[in-house]
């Protein structure tokens, strides 16, 4: 088994405390094997035999002496320190007990920040008062408690909330409030969170030649004819086309011509302009769309 001497990973911090208000000492501590651990007021023993209303506790490298209600005896300087096998590790801080009381005040207030989403974000103050403030942090007026997203740490007279990964709809308004017997203080300070850039497509440009507008127009042509002034128009054809080529395939126009040019001079029955009609209706033809008839003068 591996051994390890002991480090305090938070060592304690110096406590100012109105006479008559609980005050405590916090420390956690590892090592290997599990240390032993001692506390001293001015480098004597410290038991709670030999300062009434002190209690201390220890449990999983977490070390805590607390007094219930302090007074001028209680003050001092305190240390605490972690023994095992491989070695030792000693932290120390003041208590100081005061009769006077003063509001909460600022050393260090909140800033404003932008940040990417993603990041790690600190909020963090520092703050003054007697009796020591309870702190509370907000946002948008709404209390923050501590939780996988967001921690809450105290460091002494230092205070941060932690966001362990920012994302947009974390911005806003936040705020920290130091309250006591004496009065309250509060820092406020804004939050953007910048979500993730998003890179505009490029913009495609089309270029359109004359030529293939050109080939975008429709052709119409109309073609009609009649034996006589007698014989109404009987077939229009008209034609559409898009693109360069227009196909007129008309050869049926000209047999049909023939054939009527043959009997001019006697008027054509009604059956015989019927059929032909019907003939040119049905005649194959590379036509897409079939528009309806156009009147034009005879061919």
Not at 96 to 111: D, H, I, M, N
Not at 231 to 248: D, H, K, R, Y
Request: glycine fraction near 8%.
């Amino acid at each position: 088994m591996s051994t390890q001497a002991p480090t305090f990973t938070q060592p304690l911090q110096s406590v100012v405390a109105l006479e008559g208000s609980a005050a405590s000492f916090q420390a956690q501590v590892s090592g290997a094997p599990v240390p032993e651990v001692s506390w001293f007021r001015d480098g004597q023993v410290l038991s709670a035999a030999a300062l009434p209303g002190v209690q201390i506790l220890f449990s999983d490298g977490h070390a805590v002496l607390s007094i219930d209600a302090v007074n001028a005896a209680h003050g001092g300087r305190f240390s605490v320190r972690a023994t095992n096998g491989a070695g030792q590790a000693t932290s120390t801080a003041e208590l100081v007990v005061t009769a006077e009381t003063s509001p909460p005040g600022f050393l260090q207030r909140l800033q404003s920040s932008i940040v990417r989403q993603g990041s790690q974000v600190r909020l963090g103050v520092r703050v003054t008062g007697i009796p020591p403030p309870a702190v509370t942090f907000y946002r948008e007026g709404a209390e923050i408690q501590s939780s996988p997203d967001f921690t809450i740490v105290r460091d002494g007279d230092a205070y941060s909330l932690l966001i362990a990964e920012a994302f947009p709809e974390d911005s806003g308004s936040y705020s920290v409030a130091a309250i006591n017997s004496s009065g309250r203080a509060t820092s406020t300070a804004e939050l953007l969170v910048h979500g993730e850039e998003v890179v505009p497509a490029k913009k495609t440009k089309t270029l359109v030649s004359t030529s293939q507008i050109s080939h975008q127009t429709r052709v119409e042509k109309g073609l009609s004819f009649s034996t006589d002034a007698s014989l109404p128009s009987t077939a229009t054809l008209e034609m559409q086309a898009e693109g360069a080529e227009v196909a007129e395939l008309l050869a049926h126009k000209s047999a049909s011509r023939a054939a009527l040019q043959d009997t001019s001079s006697t008027p054509a029955p009604a059956s015989a302009v019927a059929r032909v009609t019907v003939g040119r209706q049905q005649s194959a033809s590379p036509v897409r769309h079939v528009k309806a008839p156009v009147s034009a003068p005879g061919g």
